[in-house]
């Protein structure tokens, strides 16, 4: 799957694909076969008694479930240096990936090797092989909003960086987007480049140049691309001077960027003239992107879960362009490809590539003790409904994600509930839902990450009658008075009347509809809620913030509540806490 492709062939890789789906349970016992005697010889099996069983039966019998602290000490060893045995994986480990600690504050090490390598591929070239059957591109660029993590060596000599990285760098990785004619405009300077804000500034700054060749805008998740047009705002009269004169800003700095961006640079006044013309024409940025790339076909990227709160903001931009959810995976590993790419981002589904590795699904109860129904909690796993096969699951209902796959992760609670939607010849399409577990809890109240998302969607509204809207928005639980209170905290566009910010408060706590919130809301078993807004720029400083830990701004993900082991971000947001209001909704 890895060897240089002079020519991308769409329909053939479509072709495989049905092959591949036709027989899922099939290819699921030969793949689990294929990991279980590449690594059979690990200390990790040999310590579950597997005795070299490659069936599916026996791996469940013996192989037990784990979630990522259970393997930590084995990762960690191997990132340690810790030659003694093959301790997950037969072949050596090489690479270290990073994920992008927003979920538990800081970044997990996973094992990353030439297999998940080419599991990436394989669904990149699915992916797009449905997509350019539905939007065909010809021989154009792309303005990918891409970049390098920090990248270091762990104490046993291991590189470490973002998965996202870790592809950007491999060779595969640029023969695939060539073979698919869709090269990103941008040097390699400045997508490795070790300053994002440089980095974003140049690769805006290319798109200009290219501005009549470029046919997809893209980025790992909807963020980056809303965070790339958001600083467009900011700099397009910057950006008109480097057109029109042919010399970069001074606000570019690395020399490497600077001799690269050289090179594209002269002086091109009309150019210059026409974006200038466009963007004092614009009402409120509207249609922004269809109005300086005029051949672009689709904007790609990962618009699902947390993602799904910018897909407003990236619709305003886009105009009439089509937004195309991009593939389903982590920094674990992937799961399924999009392969219905007319669906809008929020009817999104994923057709799980059953070769890709060896798949689980728990399922989830419906309801647990009279909780209300189809809620999303922990607490709503059976451990006593045992995990079913890819084969094995049923529309229309929810599960939690199984992984095992050729680097080193057995039964593997990824902690994402999806939905089966339907199927793809024998393999199952599903639909992001949430993160599994709480978000927001104090007392017998259980709001997941989802809840919290519609809860400021449903006061969002309120800010759009006076052309404003929510830029960004996390959220905390404040133990330190009694009874507890929720805290959410916005960033907004603009000024906001008062009256407006109260009444989006009480909007936000009538929009908890969790029936151990409100019952502990109208007994004052847990306090009015609040809503405290930040200055302009917070939610870039908690990018920054992360970015400085290591993650790659592409692969930045806002987290959605901010606790403990997030000390530092919830200083950030603290201190530029500019205007507080608390709920009256309960009385």
């Known amino acids: 799957m890895l060897e240089k492709m002079d020519k991308f062939d769409a329909e053939e890789f479509i072709e495989e694909f049905e092959i591949l789906t036709k027989d899922v349970e099939r290819v699921q016992r030969e793949t ?23 069936d599916p039966e026996s791996f469940k019998a013996c192989i037990p479930l784990v979630s990522h602290k259970d393997l930590e000490p084995y990762i960690q060893r191997i990132a340690d ?18 994920s992008s600690g927003t979920t538990q504050g800081k970044p997990k090490f996973v094992p990353f090797n030439d297999e998940l390598l080419d599991s990436t591929m394989q669904i990149f070239k699915t992916s797009f092989a449905f997509r350019n059957r539905e939007f065909p591109i010809g021989n154009g660029k792309a303005l990918q909003f891409i970049y390098s993590s920090k990248q270091f060596k762990t104490k046993g000599g291991l590189a470490a960086g973002t998965a996202t990285t870790n592809v950007y760098r491999s060779s595969h990785f640029k023969n695939t987007m060539k073979a698919m004619q869709s090269p990103c405009c941008s040097p390699d300077e400045v997508i490795f480049g070790p300053d994002f804000h440089q980095s974003l500034y140049c690769h805006l700054l290319c798109g200009l140049i290219y501005w009549d060749q470029i046919q997809v805008v893209s980025s790992t998740f909807a963020h980056s691309i809303v965070h790339a047009f958001r600083t467009f705002e900011q700099i397009w009269e910057e950006l008109c001077t480097d057109i029109r004169d042919g010399v970069l800003s001074s606000r570019v700095t690395v020399p490497s960027i600077r001799a690269a961006m050289s090179k594209l640079l002269e002086p091109n006044p009309e150019l210059a003239d026409m974006i200038y013309e466009k963007c004092v024409g614009l009402s409120y940025w509207y249609g922004l992107i269809s109005e300086l790339f005029p051949n672009v076909k689709y904007i790609y990227g990962i618009m699902t879960g947390s993602m799904e709160p910018y897909s407003r903001k990236l619709r305003h931009y886009a105009g009439e362009v089509p937004l195309v959810c991009a593939d389903y995976g982590s920094s674990e590993g992937w799961i399924g490809a999009n392969v219905n790419p007319k669906l809008p981002p929020e009817f999104a589904t994923f057709a799980v590539l059953p070769n890709i590795g060896y798949f689980e699904f728990i399922p989830l109860r419906e309801y647990v003790d009279g909780q209300e129904q189809g809620k999303i909690d922990s607490t709503f796993l059976s451990m006593e409904l045992k995990p079913v096969g890819l084969s094995e699951v049923s529309v229309g209902k929810e599960y939690e994600i199984i992984v095992t796959n050729f680097a080193g992760l057995y039964r593997y609670r990824l902690g994402d509930v999806v939905k089966v939607v339907g199927f793809h010849n024998s393999t199952p399409e599903l639909q992001f839902v949430c993160r599994r577990g709480l978000l927001l809890s104090i007392n017998i109240d259980k709001n997941t990450e989802r809840d919290l998302q519609l809860a400021v969607e449903a006061a969002g509204k309120l800010l759009w009658e006076e052309k404003l809207e929510v830029v960004d928005f996390t959220s905390s639980v404040d133990v330190s008075t009694e009874p507890g209170h929720y805290v959410v905290f916005w ?32 007994v004052n078993a847990i306090g009015a809620l609040e809503l405290r807004l930040v200055r302009k720029g917070t939610f870039h400083k908690v990018l920054d913030h992360y970015v400085g830990l290591g993650s790659a701004v592409s692969q930045f993900k806002t987290p959605r509540c901010v606790g403990p082991n997030n000390s530092t971000v919830l200083q950030i947001l603290c201190n530029n806490v500019v205007k507080s209001y608390f709920s009256t909704a309960f009385g």
């Open 32 to 54: 689990l076969q294929k990991i279980l005697e590449e690594n059979g010889c690990t200390e990790y099996l040999q310590k579950w008694g597997l005795n070299g069983r490659t």
């Open 81 to 98: 240096g810790d030659s003694s045995a093959a301790i997950l994986t037969g072949k050596p480990i090489t690479t270290i990936s990073l």
């Open 491 to 522: 960033e907004v566009s603009g000024e906001v009347k008062e009256e407006i910010l109260k009444e989006c408060c009480n909007c936000l706590d009538r929009s908890f509809v969790d029936a151990g919130y409100v019952g502990s809301r109208k």
